[in-house]
């Protein structure tokens, strides 16, 4: 059983930066962030394989997302810049046993329980 713990979330301005942390207990071999907002589907953010640190990303985040891991602590962030209003979401974090990247919210199989994002204009 896997088990993760997000941190981070908050009030930020536009243009402004967060970091997000996941620490993750248990064995993973796969770790991405999600998000969602009211009424809307859970959408892919990032995702990044723990033994070769390969990376992929939305569309709507390249260039000002970076999603990276610290091996020995376990952890997963996602350094956020550029902020805009349309990034504030509910951020989950989610990990599998895959080996691959994947943006596929079914290829997830732990969840945490989410931080909020809130970037004001």
């Known amino acids: ?15 402004g930066s967060l970091r997000l942390s996941c620490a993750a ?4 071999y796969r770790m991405a962030w999600f998000r969602q907002t009211p009424g809307k589907e ?15 990303y939305a569309d709507s985040v390249k260039g000002r997302f970076t999603i990276s891991r610290d ?3 376990k ?3 996602l350094q956020m810049n ?3 209003p349309e990034d504030s979401a509910v951020y989950y974090c989610a990990a599998s046993e895959g080996v691959l990247v ?5 290829d997830y199989t732990y969840w945490g329980q989410g931080t909020q994002v809130t970037v004001s204009s």
Not at 42 to 56: C, D, K, L, M, P
Not at 102 to 106: A, D, E, K, P, Y
């Open 102 to 106: 994947s943006r596929n919210l079914g």
């Open 75 to 77: 952890t997963v962030a």
């Open 25 to 28: 207990s248990g064995r993973t």
């Open 71 to 73: 091996y020995g602590k």
């Open 1 to 15: 059983q896997v088990q993760l713990a997000e941190s981070g979330g908050g009030l930020v301005q536009t243009g």
């Open 42 to 56: 859970r959408e892919f953010v990032a995702t990044i394989t723990w033994s070769t640190g390969n990376t992929y």
């Open 82 to 84: 550029s902020l805009k």
